[in-house]
């Protein structure tokens, strides 16, 4: 590949939609101030691993699907929402009781919390559009073949996510523990993180449900 400007125009867009908060976003931030750095990172390459399978979705054109039957589009949107609203409602509920217990179980099965962050990432409906609507217009025969293409621009995201997703993992992992010695600060996070997740899953409910 010898052209590579349009690169750095495709790492700008990719970065642009990550750091912007949203339910993949959400899910690490819950992950790691639950269970640590090590569910965080759990979480992080399980959205890595459902970007992957995107990349593989928008490569073959699966994703147009989605986009004809607006149906199915809404079902996956509302999907991914209820799922990371679950998830948020169930930090609510219990608060610090829930916090520690769910501490306990995200250090036992770091593959349970990756495949959460995968399902999250794969109902992520934004994915999707993004996929359909933008990473076709990056793929040109002249550039060499588009399977490699497509490795590149998949390599792009899977960093990008990398990058961005784990720093946030890393930062709220070492505030876990500076929260396990103090239970009430527990209780306020894990009701602060919950109504995020929460408010992340209706907003993005209702702006897919406005632009279908």
């Known amino acids: 590949?010898?052209?590579?400007?349009?690169?750095?125009?495709?790492?700008?867009?990719?970065?642009?939609?990550?750091?912007?908060?949203?339910?993949?976003?959400?899910?690490?931030?819950?992950?790691?101030?639950?269970?640590?750095?090590?569910?965080?990172?759990?979480?992080?390459?399980?959205?890595?691993?459902g970007g992957v399978c995107h990349v593989a979705v928008g490569a073959t054109g699966v994703a147009v699907l989605l986009t004809v039957l607006p149906a199915a589009f809404n079902a996956l949107l509302w999907a991914g929402a209820l799922y990371v609203a679950w998830v948020g409602l169930s930090l609510l509920r219990g608060a610090g009781a829930a916090f520690q217990a769910e501490a306990a179980q995200a250090r036992r099965s770091s593959l349970a919390t990756f495949r959460q962050g995968a399902l999250t990432n794969l109902l992520n409906p934004k994915a999707y559009v993004f996929m359909l609507a933008v990473f076709p217009q990056f793929l040109r025969e002249e550039y060499g073949p588009l399977w490699l293409q497509a490795l590149v621009l998949g390599a792009i995201i899977a960093l990008t996510q990398a990058v961005v997703y784990g720093a946030i993992a890393l930062v709220a992992g070492r505030a876990r523990g500076w929260l396990e010695a103090r239970p009430s600060a527990s209780r306020y996070v894990a009701r602060v993180v919950g109504g995020l997740m929460v408010l992340a899953a209706v907003v993005t409910a209702v702006e897919g449900w406005r632009g279908a």
């Open 1 to 49: 590949m010898v052209h590579t400007s349009h690169l750095w125009l495709f790492f700008v867009l990719v970065f642009g939609i990550v750091v912007l908060p949203g339910l993949d976003m959400a899910f690490v931030l819950a992950s790691s101030l639950v269970g640590g750095r090590r569910a965080g990172l759990s979480a992080v390459a399980g959205i890595i691993a």
